[in-house]
Nanobody
Framework: QVQLVESGGGLVQAGGSLRLSCSAS????????MGWFRQAPGKEREFVTT????????VYADSVKGRFTISRDNAKNTVYLQMDSLKPEDSARYYC?????????????????WGQGTQVTVSS
C-alpha cells in the first residue's frame, strides 16, 4: 500500500510561483508512473501532468505546458510540481497520484493511489 502526502500549496498572486511536493510512504514508487491532477469547485478532476518511473518521459496538459514542470527524486520517494506564471484559472485542489505502470498515464482511472490534495489559490 502506498500513502501519498502533498504539500506546498497556498495563496499566491497571479504571475507568481509555487512548488508542490508529493511524498510517498509504504513502499517505493520508483517503479511507478506518477501524476498530478487538479479539481476546482464544481468541476471534474482534470489531468495536469505525469512522469514516467525514470523521469525520462513527461506529459503536460495544454493549459499548463511551458509553465509547469514535473520532476521526481526516486531516492527520496518524492515527486515535485513546479508551477510558474500562475493564473487565477490554476486555482484548484491539486492531487498527487501513483500508477501501477512505468510509463506516463493521463487518465485518472489508471492511478491506484491518491493523496488528499493541497489547495492552490491564485489571486488576480
Amino acid at each position: 500500500q502506498v500513502q501519498l502526502v502533498e504539500s506546498g500549496g497556498g495563496l499566491v498572486q497571479a504571475g507568481g510561483s509555487l512548488r508542490l511536493s508529493c511524498s510517498a510512504s509504504g513502499r517505493t514508487v520508483s517503479d511507478y508512473a506518477m501524476g498530478w491532477f487538479r479539481q476546482a469547485p464544481g468541476k471534474e478532476r482534470e489531468f495536469v501532468t505525469t512522469i514516467s518511473w525514470s523521469g525520462g518521459s513527461t506529459v503536460y496538459a495544454d493549459s499548463v505546458k511551458g509553465r509547469f514542470t514535473i520532476s521526481r527524486d526516486n531516492a527520496k520517494n518524492t515527486v515535485y510540481l513546479q508551477m510558474d506564471s500562475l493564473k487565477p484559472e490554476d486555482s484548484a485542489r491539486y492531487y498527487c497520484a501513483a500508477a501501477h505502470f512505468q510509463r506516463t498515464r493521463v487518465r485518472p482511472g489508471d492511478y491506484a493511489y491518491w493523496g488528499q490534495g493541497t489547495q492552490v489559490t491564485v489571486s488576480s
